[in-house]
């Protein structure tokens, strides 16, 4: 059976995605499949209305009846992908995104939990020392009388704070690279997300004068993901937008729908960014080889919130406009959410 694209409407934010993006119904029936899935399918000997082998099709039944995610790998050609199979909560059917990885071989699950547990011994042996030092700063920044050691405490203890965070960081992008960071599907309303994201950096934003909030809608916005992982993403997005903006600045978030896909934009009035950060940020991990005195502290927020995003099957980008500059989260929802919509900040 020779291997097509169905044009079904709702599913075009996942049209220039280079890895295989597929929905499938419980009986195995492909409903939909992106030009990047064409290899696969072709190798599925399957196209749009024709069946996935019976092994998926198990899968694919477990995955919507338990409502859990479960994962496969398949070879094609010289390239290895490991497939997520997504049931949508509510539905029938299932969403396959594939990450193109390193061959597997026989002792593929011993070598990736090898490396597993390598990240988190690595990752203890990183954060070991810093648990006395944040402790020490802290109490030294509570206990001192203003002066100089005061100030040095607190630098310290700021210091161990970031870098604390940054360990935390590295550890989610190695868990992303290695397809470990599996995401906690469930119905996910961004306007109460949003909220609470602003909410928990307010006090951030009033050190600088920033007027930080999310813009009022009367409207309910809700994606299938994870929340945890979500607002880790926006939060870390958020926070860029308040480190790089000026003085009395306002950053302002707001939602809504441009066809099948919801856009969230994180918008400033004033945004130090250099223009080439536009550019950089659609090349994974670019943002960490940037001149540090120009991106200190963005590259792995960056470069973590965009992979957050991706596994999503969204993106995010960097515009500019004449309502100011903003980073742009574009996620992909439900047709039957979004129907004929049009974009409504």
């Known amino acids: ?37 064409l290899e696969l399918c072709r190798k599925w000997d399957c196209a749009f209305g024709g069946l996935v082998p019976k092994p998926y099709k198990r899968l694919i039944e477990d995955a919507i009846q338990t409502m859990s995610t479960r994962w496969s790998h398949e070879k094609v050609d010289n390239i290895t992908y490991r497939l997520q199979i997504v049931p949508v909560p509510g539905h029938d059917y299932v969403n396959i995104f594939g990450f193109a990885t390193e061959s597997p071989d026989v002792s593929d699950g011993n070598r990736r939990q ?11 042996e990183l954060k070991n020392p810093l648990t006395p030092i944040l ?51 469930q119905q996910v309303e961004l306007s109460e997300l949003c909220q609470q994201v602003v909410d928990s950096l307010q006090p951030e934003a009033a050190d600088k004068g920033i007027n930080l909030h999310v813009e009022s809608t009367d409207r309910s916005y809700e994606v299938t993901g994870d929340r945890r992982r979500l607002r880790e993403s926006m ?53 960490l080889t940037l001149d540090r005195d120009h991106f200190s502290t963005l590259g792995l927020e960056l470069t973590l919130s965009k992979l957050l995003i991706e596994l999503h099957g969204g993106d995010v980008k960097v515009t500019d406009n004449s ?16 129907a004929n919509s049009e974009l409504q900040t």
């Open 114 to 124: 090898r490396q597993s547990n390598l990240t988190r011994a690595a990752v203890h």
């Open 1 to 37: 059976m020779g291997t097509g694209l169905n044009p079904i409407d709702g599913l075009g934010i996942y049209e220039e995605n280079p890895n295989p993006v597929i929905r499938a119904s419980k009986d195995g029936v492909i409903l939909y499949s992106n030009p990047g899935s």
């Open 235 to 287: 939060g870390h997005l958020v926070k860029c937008a308040i480190k790089r903006s000026s003085l009395g600045a306002e950053v302002r978030l707001t939602l809504g729908l441009l066809n099948q896909a919801m856009i969230v934009r994180i918008i400033t009035t004033c945004l130090n960014f250099p223009d080439r950060l536009s550019a950089v940020i659609s090349a994974p991990y670019s943002v």
């Open 135 to 185: 402790a020490a700063s802290e109490m030294l920044v509570n206990r001192l009388p203003d002066g100089t050691p005061a100030r040095l405490a607190k630098q310290i203890n700021l210091g161990a704070i970031e870098l604390n965070s940054r360990i935390g960081e590295l550890f989610e992008l190695i868990r992303g690279e290695m397809g470990t960071l599996v995401l906690d599907y």
């Open 323 to 338: 309502r100011g500059c903003c980073f742009e989260i574009t996620l992909p929802v439900e047709p039957a959410i979004s």
